[in-house]
C-alpha cells in the first residue's frame, strides 16, 4: 500500500515538474516576442524605387469610319452602312489586328431661323478601330480611304504585346535595383548594414495607354502616301521594399 503511494507521489511530482517547466518556457517566449517585434518594427528602412524600359513602336492604333449627310435617316444610314462595309471587306483582307466596332452615330441636323429649329437632314457616323504594322500604315489609310472612309480620327502607335510583356519584366528588375541601391546609400551614410528583405510591393509595371493623335497631313497628290511614323513607348514600374537594418 505505501508502495503504490509512493509511486503515485512520483509520478504527481513529475508532471507537477514537468508543467512548471512548460509554463516558463511558455511565459519566457511570450515575453521576448513583442520585444523582438517592436525592435524589428523599427529598424525597418522603407524605400520606393523606379524602373523605366523605353522600347520601339512597331503598331499603329487606327480610327477611322465614314460620315454621310442626307435628309432622311434611311438614306444616310443605308449609304454610311454600304461605305463602312466596303472599309471593312478592305481591312479584313489587308489581315489588320483586333479589329471592332468603335461607334455607330445617327443624328438630326437643324438649321435655326429666328431662334426656331428646322430639321433639315441626318447625319450617320459608323467608326472603327484596328491594329495594323507601322511600316504598312500609311498605305492602309489611303486606300480605306479610296474604298468609302471619310473621316480618319487619329492614329496612336504601341510596341506589340509580347515586346510589351518584356519591357515590363525589365521594368520591374530596374525599380528593385533602385530601391536596393536607394536603401544602400541611406544606409551606407548611417554607418549600418543591410538586412534581410521584410516585405516586397510591386506597386505596378504598366504602358500607358495609347494617345490618339492627328497625322499631320493626311492624303495630298494622287501618287503620295501618307507619311506614319512612330516612336518609342516608355513601360513604367515601381517597386517598394520594407529591408531591415
Known amino acids: 500500500m ?9 509520478i504527481n511530482f513529475r508532471s507537477l515538474v514537468t508543467a512548471l517547466c512548460l509554463t516558463l518556457t511558455l511565459v519566457s517566449f511570450v515575453g521576448l516576442d513583442p520585444a523582438v517585434a517592436q525592435e524589428q518594427r523599427l529598424r525597418t528602412l522603407s524605400v520606393t524605387g523606379r524602373g523605366v524600359e523605353a522600347i520601339p513602336t512597331t503598331q499603329t492604333q487606327v480610327r477611322l469610319g465614314v460620315e454621310v449627310v442626307g435628309k432622311t435617316a434611311a438614306e444616310v444610314q443605308q449609304e454610311a452602312a454600304r461605305r463602312s462595309s466596303a472599309v471593312v471587306e478592305l481591312l479584313r483582307s489587308r489581315q489588320v489586328e483586333k479589329l471592332e466596332t468603335a461607334g455607330i452615330t445617327l443624328s438630326p441636323t437643324y438649321s435655326y431661323q429666328n431662334e426656331q429649329p428646322r430639321l433639315i437632314g441626318y447625319t450617320a457616323t459608323n467608326t472603327v478601330s484596328f491594329r495594323i504594322n507601322t511600316a ?5 489609310l489611303d486606300d480605306a480611304v479610296n474604298a468609302g472612309a471619310t473621316r480618319i480620327d487619329g492614329v496612336s502607335f504601341v510596341a506589340a504585346d509580347s515586346a510589351i510583356e518584356q519591357a515590363r519584366k525589365q521594368a520591374l528588375k530596374k525599380a528593385t535595383q533602385d530601391a536596393q541601391s536607394q536603401a544602400d546609400a541611406v544606409l551606407s551614410a548611417l554607418n549600418l548594414k543591410r538586412g534581410d528583405i521584410l516585405g516586397i510591393q510591386v506597386n505596378g509595371a504598366i504602358a500607358p495607354p495609347p494617345m490618339y493623335r492627328q497625322l499631320a497631313r493626311l492624303g495630298g497628290a494622287a501618287d503620295a502616301t501618307t507619311p506614319v511614323v512612330g516612336g518609342e513607348q516608355q513601360i513604367e514600374a515601381s517597386v517598394t521594399l520594407q529591408i531591415g537594418y
Open 136 to 140: 504598312s500604315a500609311g498605305t492602309l
Open 2 to 10: 505505501n508502495s503504490n503511494l509512493q509511486r503515485r507521489d512520483r
